[in-house]
């Protein structure tokens, strides 16, 4: 069945440091969503691509689209204590609005 | 701004119990999710609704059933809970219509702790 991973799972970086996480789909995605989780919190919407090749950004936050559509990541540039959390890729299953969810990246941020 | 509740943070059953786990939204969205979240397991969709009444398996159906008798409320429920069912729970609900070609942000509610013990 369709998978999406995503890596590293977990990551600790220095204040200041920039942060990448990579999404992989085993299928082509018609759209990729990227959520955050806050720790003792619920997933919070952050993004969705479409096009090929997008890229988009939000402040410190860039995202992308892989031209295939298959493959998505989320850089942070400058991480700050407030970007710690789970980051979440979800592609969905083709012609429903099952989202298949990746498995998470943690990131921890050392003050 | 979009509210989804769910009817209990932290929740302790026995082996064998029959749980119900309530959703409610209020913003009229079709679809509504739910979904089990494990460490290093990411989150796992249990069952989705795009209509009342309307109802499809996710990809961990086994042990659960829903019930969505109204548009803003998505039951989970638990025929006779397991150990293995212990696990943090979320509801989640979006626009979108069956057939349409966009995709809608999914909002999630804070979740339920469930401990079968």
């Known amino acids: 069945g369709q998978q999406v991973m995503q890596i590293p799972q977990y990551q600790h970086v220095q204040e200041g440091e920039d942060f990448t996480t990579y999404c992989n789909s085993s299928?082509?995605?018609?759209?990729i969503q990227w959520y955050k989780q806050r720790p003792g919190g619920h997933p919070v919407f952050l993004i969705q691509?479409?096009?090929?090749?997008e890229v988009k950004k939000q402040k410190r936050l860039t995202f992308q689209f892989g031209e295939a559509k298959k493959n998505s990541s989320l850089h942070i540039t400058a991480t700050q204590t407030t970007d710690v959390g789970t980051y979440f890729c979800a592609g969905p299953t083709s012609g429903t609005y099952k989202y298949i969810f990746g498995t998470g990246t943690r990131l921890k941020v050392l003050a | 701004d979009v509210k989804v509740t769910q009817s209990s943070r932290y929740l302790v059953k026995r082996t064998g119990e029959k749980v119900f786990l309530e959703c409610v939204q209020d913003m009229d969205h079709e679809n509504m999710f739910w979904y089990r979240q494990d460490p290093g397991l990411g989150l796992r969709l249990i069952y989705f609704?795009?209509?009342?009444?309307?109802?499809e398996k996710g990809d961990i159906p086994e042990g659960y059933s829903v019930s969505r008798e109204k548009k803003e409320r998505f039951s989970l429920i638990l025929e006779s809970a397991s150990t293995n069912q212990t696990s943090m729970y979320l509801c989640a609900s979006s626009w979108g219509l069956p057939g349409a070609a966009e995709s809608y942000e999914q909002y999630f509610g804070p979740g339920t702790r469930l401990t079968v013990t």
């Open positions: 299928t082509t995605l018609s759209n």
């Open positions: 609704s795009y209509d009342v009444k309307m109802k």
């Open positions: 691509l479409v096009k090929s090749g």
